[in-house]
């Protein structure tokens, strides 16, 4: 069973298009969040949610929209994609709220975003 | 702020080699330290982890120990693999979790 489940794997699309990357953990977990990581390998938090409330919102361009329907689903939602989103997109969850030192995160497979 | 400098790669090394990632922290208080592994077309991984000072965090012969006097996390391997190539993270967690920005370990046969 896969703990952390993203879709799609891969995601071409035109720039200025809309899209959404789903993200779904069967581990119970309670905070869910969305890392991009660039083409360098650096790894970047963009949000966090705690039982379907936001906790951290680093800065982001407000095109990209993140949705909570549950504590198991945490979606991520593009507007008007550039060419500088090209990235990979990884969920991750972990057990607490952020703050909880020792909480291990586990990463979703990533999603590979590529825009023309 | 939070912040993880760790040694800038790529390194390559040959099978059996001994392995040293150097990493160092910046934060407030004590936070945890973790080491995270990223195989090719993956996502990434605890490797390991520690909670507190002089805490040794190892698994599958990667060892990594808390030192706070000098704020070091540096992850070693005495004799590494070439299934061992992959992109290392070091990670603390202090309210919330900030990662390094990876070296690319390859081990050739």
């Known amino acids: 069973d896969t703990a952390v489940s993203q879709t799609p794997k891969y995601l071409v699309t035109q720039m200025g298009n809309d899209k959404s990357i789903k993200c779904e953990q069967n581990l119970g977990h309670d905070t869910m969040y969305w890392y991009k990581q660039d083409s360098k390998k650096f790894l970047k938090i963009m949000f966090s949610y705690n039982n379907k409330e936001l906790i951290i919102n680093e800065t982001v361009p407000n095109r990209f929209s993140p949705k909570s329907p549950d504590k198991a689903h945490l979606n991520l939602h593009i507007n008007s994609l550039e060419l500088g989103d090209s990235a990979v997109y990884f969920c991750a969850s972990s057990q607490g709220a952020p703050g909880v030192g020792t909480d291990t995160q586990y990463f979703g497979p990533g999603t590979r975003l590529t825009v023309l | 702020g939070n912040s993880v400098t760790q040694m800038e790669g790529p390194v390559t090394l040959s099978e059996e080699a001994f392995l040293t990632i150097n990493c160092t922290y910046t934060a407030t208080g004590y936070p945890s330290l973790f080491w995270y592994v990223q195989y090719p077309g993956e996502g990434l991984q605890l490797l390991l982890k520690?909670?507190?000072?002089?805490d040794k965090g190892s698994n599958k012969g990667f060892e990594a120990t808390y030192r706070k006097e000098t704020t070091s996390f540096h992850l070693e391997k005495g004799s590494v693999q070439v299934s061992d190539s992959a992109v290392y993270f070091c990670?603390?967690?202090?309210?919330?979790?900030?990662f390094g920005a990876g070296t690319r370990l390859t081990v050739k046969p």
């Open positions: 520690a909670t507190k000072a002089d």
């Open positions: 990670a603390l967690h202090n309210n919330d979790m900030r």
